[in-house]
T-cell receptor
Framework: GESVGLHLPTLSVQEGDNSIINCAYSNSASDYFIWYKQESGKGPQFIIDIRSNMDKRQGQRVTVLLNKTVKHLSLQIAATQPGDSAVYFCAENMVNGGKLIFGQGTELSVKP | DAGVIQSPRHEVTEMGQEVTLRCKPISGHNSLFWYRQTMMRGLELLIYFNNNVPIDDSGMPEDRFSAKMPNASFSTLKIQPSEPRDSAVYFC???????????FGSGTRLTVV
């Protein structure tokens, strides 16, 4: 069936290192992807998005890469900080769809 | 703007009781979404509305769940009767148009004992 999933459920990095969180999707009809960050006790918060006509998009300390050939999405966080510790979700939206389907999430832990 | 506002933040109820969760979307947003989050199943879309009209309720678990949006500034998710397996965090989100600009509320943590 259609699904959005993450390769790694947990990721532990040292403060200052770069983090890479991966996501695989199976629906080739998806045309819009978003990364969310969820801190404990809070709702998911938008980080960055990318459309299927792009391969890469950069934000402040974050970069999203999209590889449509292998249906893979990644989130790169530069110079990871303790405040980046959270669960990260990828989500996809199908063409002409109005809803987001979320993956299971990866927990990022930043060690000082 | 105060963002998406959900109430209550926490709800503890006994099995069999009716539970009503409330959501106030961001003013001007015309799409509203209800999600349920559990450790086992992650974030599941239950139902979403466009311009107060339910568009897709395929994620609603069973007839015990119902959702309404009587106007553009208010929505409810009701569970009647509630069961322990309904225990989860329920999130409401709104957007201006479709999936872009999704903004989540802080959620309601529901515990059914």
């Amino acid at each position: 069936g259609e699904s959005v999933g993450l390769h790694l459920p947990t990721l532990s990095v040292q403060e200052g290192d770069n983090s890479i969180i991966n996501c695989a999707y199976s629906n080739s009809a998806s045309d819009y992807f978003i990364w969310y960050k969820q801190e404990s006790g809070k709702g998911p918060q938008f980080i960055i998005d990318i459309r299927s006509n792009m391969d890469k998009r950069q934000g402040q300390r974050v970069t999203v890469l999209l590889n449509k050939t292998v249906k893979h999405l990644s989130l790169q966080i530069a110079a990871t900080q303790p405040g980046d510790s959270a669960v990260y979700f990828c989500a996809e939206n199908m063409v002409n769809g109005g809803k987001l389907i979320f993956g299971q999430g990866t927990e990022l832990s930043v060690k000082p | 703007d105060a963002g998406v506002i959900q109430s209550p933040r926490h709800e503890v109820t006994e099995m069999g009781q009716e539970v009503t969760l409330r959501c106030k979307p961001i003013s001007g947003h015309n799409s509203l979404f209800w999600y349920r989050q559990t450790m086992m199943r992650g974030l599941e879309l239950l139902i979403y509305f466009n311009n107060n009209v339910p568009i897709d309720d395929s994620g609603m678990p069973e007839d015990r769940f119902s959702a309404k949006m009587p106007n553009a500034s208010f929505s409810t998710l009701k569970i009647q009767p509630s069961e322990p397996r309904d225990s989860a965090v329920y999130f409401c989100a709104s957007s201006l148009q479709g999936p872009e600009g999704y903004t989540f509320g802080s959620g309601t943590r529901l515990t059914v004992v």
